[in-house]
């Protein structure tokens, strides 16, 4: 089978190097390359045997990012030179940390000690590093407060690190793939992206531009944008599916060198212990006549920026398998949309008590179609969501939160004719003629006739490329990952995974469920590398000069 390796175009291009060239010139020319040539050469798509890809030792990428969404994005901005600096005039309200800043004023903060930066603040993200970078962003933004970022951002070519960002489609990720009849949940600056304000942007797209909060399909686009104005476009490949990633030349004895650095001869094309323990990728590209080209990428490290919404939670019932089950949003839009739930009597069954579920109760009942609400939780849950939610914000999903409070089923009515919510139920099964069984927390049962059912209780993310699916990256190694109950186990200040090295994760896979806070993610890597960086080519220095190499 014929597969596109990176590798295999790059060969040629670094077998003369001599052992007497430093290091950086090789990571310079190496810049160069990948800026001048891989866009042109990953497209082009050399075709190579698969029986030769494991018979040769192999150039690899920097980094190789997983995933397109704006965790991908940001950390591609970063990696390709982008540095923050404290602004020359800023003064940040949290006094502490004002007077830290000012104590390396003429450092970005990639070259900054974020531990120490970190440490006192308080915010909605239990990461250290995505609270400070957010408060340098959006100060006091949890107090109501719209203040200026106190960070202005340099392009400084030389910290540009190879990488390569691979996704499913367009940059943007899964905002491409949402319901488009809903406002964010969050405020359209919080969305935003380092170095291009969205109101700047969103302003020139349409004329009227009527509170904070913003349509799925306007971020998309402006994540689409921001890769081509900020020239980010030669890093990103689209329609790219992984199948595997993989340490295939992984040591005997990795687990006790995994961090030992290297010299020059290491980036020599031989084998060598450097490069066995480098990351297999491998995957396919679909192309515009829907066929799979494979590829086969190596990398020195990965990012996991997949996000979460890859695979949505089912409730593991008797028929919950049947056509008229929904899982997601746009199933459920696209069958409305359709006319497939017009005129229909039944009501629809929707299930959850998070936002995703407040959207599908606004569309049905939008759509003049009767719902019934199940949830699990009682209605005074503290953790409900729409408890940390303004009303003044809100609106729309405290019309939800009334409605679950006060049009709840009872024994001694029916069913309301737009809406009835059943607080502290669950599905038992699903039925081939369109029914459902309830089952309330004393274990009363009751059987209603749908027109259709939409489950909408969270999502996993697709990690089917890793081994165990990933499971054994979590807090807790024997469940799947999921944004809340298990994220990906990370050092909080780096953001490499605990238990593989050279594996980053951010985003939605650490917790950090909000896009003002996944930029954290982004500093934290970007800082992490360019320290490594900065130890190997300290390094090889003292090691050229006790060899006598220039």
């Not at 913003?214 to 020239?231: F, L, N, Q, S, T």
């Not at 006790?256 to 020599?268: A, F, M």
Request: net charge neutral.
């Amino acid at each position: 089978m014929p597969v596109w390796c990176c590798r295999c175009s790059l060969a040629g291009h670094f077998r003369n190097y001599s052992d007497t060239e430093t290091e950086g010139e090789i990571f310079n020319s190496l810049v160069q390359y990948f800026g001048d040539n891989l866009g042109r050469k990953v497209k082009a798509m050399p075709l190579v045997e698969e029986t030769s890809l494991l018979e040769d030792s192999s150039v690899t990428f920097p980094v190789v990012i997983i995933g397109n969404g704006p965790s991908g994005i940001c950390l591609s901005y970063m990696l390709s030179g982008y540095r923050p600096y404290l602004s020359s005039e800023a003064i940040h309200p949290n006094t502490i940390l004002n007077s830290k800043l000012e104590e390396a004023r003429h450092l970005s903060i990639v070259d900054q000690d974020l531990e120490y930066l970190s440490e006192g603040l308080e915010g909605r993200s239990s990461n250290p590093v995505a609270v400070l970078f957010d408060t340098l962003l959006h100060p006091d933004a949890d107090f109501g407060y719209d203040y200026p970022s106190v960070l202005h951002w340099k392009l400084e070519q030389h910290h540009y690190i190879p990488h390569l960002v691979l996704g499913k489609g367009p940059p943007g990720g899964a905002w491409h793939n949402m319901e488009g009849s809903m406002l964010t949940i969050s405020f359209g600056s919080w969305m935003e992206l380092p170095g291009l304000k969205f109101k700047d942007w969103v302003s020139s797209k349409r004329r009227n531009l009527k509170g904070d909060r913003v349509m799925p399909e306007e971020i998309a686009r402006y994540y689409k944008h921001y890769v081509k104005v900020m020239g980010l476009q030669k890093n990103f490949r689209e329609n790219t599916y992984i199948t595997s990633v993989s340490r295939r030349y992984r040591d005997q004895d990795d687990d006790d060198s995994q961090d030992r650095d290297i010299s020059t001869k290491h980036l020599q094309i031989e084998k060598s212990n450097f490069i066995k323990r480098n990351w297999e990728i491998r995957g396919y590209q679909r192309i515009a006549d829907g066929s799979h080209v494979p590829f086969c990428l190596f990398a020195e490290n990965v990012a996991l920026a997949t996000g979460t919404l890859d695979s949505p939670a089912h409730l593991e019932i008797e028929g919950e398998d049947f056509p008229f089950v929904f899982h997601s949003m746009p199933e459920f839009g696209a069958a409305i949309n359709k006319g497939k739930l017009r005129d229909k009597v039944d009501p629809v069954l929707i299930v959850g008590s998070g936002l995703t579920a407040a959207d599908a109760v606004l569309c049905a009942y939008n759509s003049n179609i009767p719902v019934i609400h199940v949830f699990r939780r009682r209605v005074t849950d503290p953790s409900l969501i729409f408890k940390q939610l303004p009303k003044k914000l809100y609106p729309e999903y405290h019309k939800v939160y009334h409605m679950m409070c006060t049009q709840s089923y009872s024994v001694d009515s029916n069913l309301l004719s737009d809406y009835t919510s059943f607080p502290e139920h669950h599905v038992l099964s699903f039925k081939s003629d369109m029914k459902c069984v309830l089952q309330s927390v004393s274990g009363l049962k009751k059987i209603f006739k749908l027109s259709a059912a939409v489950v909408l209780i969270g999502s996993h993310p697709n990690l089917s490329f890793l081994k165990d699916q990933g499971c054994y990256l979590g807090h807790k190694s024997s469940q799947p990952i999921t944004c809340k109950g298990n994220p990906v186990e990370i050092d909080t200040y780096t953001y490499e995974c605990i238990k593989e090295a050279n594996l980053f994760a951010l985003g939605p896979l650490v917790g950090d469920n909000f896009v003002r806070f996944l930029k954290g993610g982004a500093l934290g890597v970007t800082r992490c590398l360019a320290t490594r960086q900065k130890k190997k080519q300290h390094l090889f220095v003292e090691r050229g000069g006790g060899d006598g190499i220039a």
